[in-house]
């Protein structure tokens, strides 16, 4: 039994461009393929709102121009991001944020389950370490991937 089951697909498929496509590093070996026949309309231009919430638990104060510039993404415009304030910490500057940030309050050391209580969407991303929300980041394969298999429940990635 599958636990989410969209139809039809909520992200484009990718293709293989060649081992040296462009002549540029192995990044840009793949890439979406927006072909319409191949990638439904909602799937060209999927509402990351709906779709995907990112959960932070910052190590370090946050300023709301350092949450703006790492994690509001021009890549994945609309994407949730929620970040744990443990009361007494202010772990995150509130005013100036955007639409899309939510400052999620934890009591005691629960941070990282409020946040998950927090969230509305299918999709989640833990960012544990992650330092900002870039188009390498490659979203789309994660969810690709858990919306193909059943039986895979966690996808992970790294960048180096």
């Known amino acids: 039994m599958k636990l989410l ?3 039809p697909q909520v992200v484009c498929p990718e ?3 060649g081992a040296s496509a462009n002549g540029k590093c192995h990044k840009s070996t793949w890439d979406l393929d927006r072909d319409p026949e191949k990638c439904g309309e909602q799937a060209m231009s999927p509402d990351w709102g709906e779709l995907l919430t990112v959960i932070l638990y910052p190590r370090h104060y946050l300023t709301a121009r350092e949450v703006k510039e790492q994690f509001v993404s021009e890549e994945y415009p609309g994407v949730r ?3 744990a304030s443990v009361v007494d910490s202010n772990s995150v500057e509130e005013r100036g ?3 899309e940030v939510t ?3 934890s009591h005691g050391d629960a941070p990282w389950s409020a946040l998950a209580w927090s969230v509305r969407t299918p999709y989640v991303l ?7 929300l870039w188009k390498w980041a ?3 394969r994660s969810i690709r991937l858990l919306q193909g298999d059943a039986s895979i429940g966690a996808v992970a990635g ?3």
């Open 126 to 132: 833990v960012g544990r370490d992650l330092h900002s």
């Open 158 to 160: 790294s960048y180096r």
């Open 103 to 105: 400052i999620v309050e």
């Open 138 to 140: 490659r979203l789309e």
């Open 81 to 83: 991001v929620h970040i």
């Open 97 to 99: 944020l955007p639409d």
């Open 15 to 17: 293709k293989y461009l």
């Open 5 to 7: 089951d969209f139809s």
